[in-house]
């Protein structure tokens, strides 16, 4: 039999805490990262198909406005708030086919969607580390505890 210094420090339920701190930050960096690159291409991909321009607003209700642009050649509906330029004017984005859009998600958003992406990721590298890892050395060692005493029966 192996003595007893075999058993790994997973096994007997101790775990370094600067281990556990670093793999859960790190999928939690590896993670809002991912996301982030993610959600700046699709800014990247809404401004190479949508425009902005200036638009004069004509009217406002609670929650919409009424505005025109092209010298008045087009109008249409927009959300509430606009992105005021002064008292009458507003920007607004126009897909490719010149209709009103919502406006690109900002840097608040991609730092939110970073940030959703990275708590998951975090609490799965710490899940890892905490209940999974000590698990398997754990079975690991047994299996081979298990194993010595097949072949210690077996011994002559």
Known sequence: MR???EWTWAARGHRPAGLTILVTLLAGCVAGLLAAGSLIREIDAYHATHRQVTAEVVEERATVSRVTWDGGQHS??????????????????LDDQGRLTPPPIGTAEV??????????????????????????????????????????????
């Open 76 to 93: 249409g509906w927009a959300r509430m708030p606009l992105d005021r330029v002064s008292g009458t004017a507003a920007r607004v984005w």
């Open 3 to 5: 003595p007893t210094g």
């Open 111 to 156: 730092g939110l969607g970073a940030l959703i992406a990275a708590v998951p990721a975090g609490a799965a590298g710490w899940l890892v580390v905490t209940v999974l890892l000590p698990w398997w050395v754990a079975r690991r060692a047994s299996v081979r505890v298990d194993r010595e005493w097949r072949d210690y029966g077996s011994a002559p």
